[in-house]
């Protein structure tokens, strides 16, 4: 069955993807940030590095995808930042928070 952080980040992704692709919708970047922020929460402390190292890949490559035909502008737009990229980059401030936190914490 899946657990509350799994629905979180998958609605998260479809969102992202969604209005990327659609170009955003009412509140789209707000709804993105809260569902990025929270899913963040959820990556586990062994899996943060690796979650933001795929962060600072995506926000570097999803503009590059535009060349492919008919479809490129589409996949540009829901990697980009309207979409996954502002979901993960979302993501990435709670997990570096949390990382933060649980270091200085005695």
Do not use: C, H, N, W
């Amino acid at each position: 069955s899946m657990d509350t952080g799994k629905i979180i980040k998958l609605v998260g992704v479809l969102v992202a993807l969604i209005g990327g692709v659609i170009g955003g919708f009412p509140y789209s970047a707000v709804v993105i940030a809260l569902l990025g922020a929270v899913g963040g929460y959820f990556v586990a402390a062994d899996d943060r590095m690796r979650f933001l190292v795929a962060t600072i890949a995506l926000t570097a490559v999803a503009g590059s995808l535009d060349s492919i035909p008919a479809v490129g502008p589409y996949i540009t737009a829901a990697l980009g930042s309207g979409g996954l990229t502002a979901l993960f980059q979302a993501g990435a401030i709670t997990a570096i928070v949390l990382g933060t936190v649980e270091a200085v914490r005695p």
